[in-house]
């Protein structure tokens, strides 16, 4: 296979061709699972199963400010539920700004090694604090005392950080992270849940002619068990 190579040159950044696009299985409307969920869960167990892709759980999630101005960033897939896709983040960052004020957020997931790609466009809900606190305690001592230090996406200075972390570590009593100390969960922090409206499912052929399907939501936002219109698209 021919390797993605970025060679620059005078004026312009030239990018050899693409390696060639296979993939085992042929996604139709009629052997889709009923739900998007459902195979979403099915494409990511043969992700994570195969020992191929590398962070299969990494996504880029957009958002934009009322005024339509856009910004995308990579975070981590942590649940899959009933409802929708659950990320994990401080309520303070600009992605929970926006969201918080523009309620709607698109995920796009592209496991390269399989030739394989998920988007997903849909609304935002924040979860409970109960499931918040379950999930950041279940996370390294090192990590909760992190969520604690950094007020994300703020300018710092060198060194503040680490003096923050100090202050952090000093504040409920831990000298050793390894000691499995208590760290409350702050109430500046915790998850975001993208209930999905669509969800297109994309798989690459040697052919360019690539396999989209897309999930249509029928059923009302509220419902957790909705109806789902499926379809090809064109490649």
């Known amino acids: 296979m021919d390797k993605v190579i970025a060679q620059p040159a005078a004026d312009k950044l030239k990018v050899l061709p693409h390696l060639q696009y296979v993939t085992k299985d042929h996604l139709t409307p009629s052997n889709a699972a009923s739900s998007p969920l459902d195979q979403f869960r099915s494409w990511f167990k043969e992700a994570v199963e195969g020992d191929k892709v590398q962070e299969p759980e990494a996504m880029t999630l957009s958002t934009a400010t009322p005024n339509g101005i ?3 960033r990579v975070v981590l897939l942590k ?23 523009n309620p709607h957020a698109a995920i796009a997931i592209y496991w ?30 090192g990590s909760r005392l992190g969520a604690w230090a950094s007020k994300q996406s703020t300018v710092i200075q060198e060194g503040e950080l680490d003096a923050r972390l100090a202050k952090v570590k000093s504040k409920f009593g831990i000298q050793d992270e390894k000691d499995g100390a208590e760290v409350p969960t702050p109430e500046f ?33 509220s419902d957790e068990h909705p109806t789902w219109k499926i379809e090809r698209l064109s490649p």
């Not at 040697?206 to 939501?217: C, E, K, T």
């Open 70 to 72: 856009p910004s995308a």
């Open 79 to 101: 649940q899959v539920d009933s409802k929708g896709f659950v990320f994990f983040t401080n309520y303070t960052s600009r992605k929970s700004q926006e969201l918080s004020v």
């Open 112 to 141: 390269r090694e399989i030739h394989r790609s998920v988007r997903v466009v849909g609304r935002v809900e924040k979860l409970t604090p109960e499931e918040n606190a379950e999930y950041f305690q279940s996370r390294p001592v």
């Open 189 to 221: 922090w915790g998850g975001w849940r993208v209930i999905p409206d669509e969800v297109e499912f994309w798989s690459g052929k040697p052919s360019r002619l690539h396999d989209r399907i897309r999930y249509l939501r029928t059923g009302e936002i």
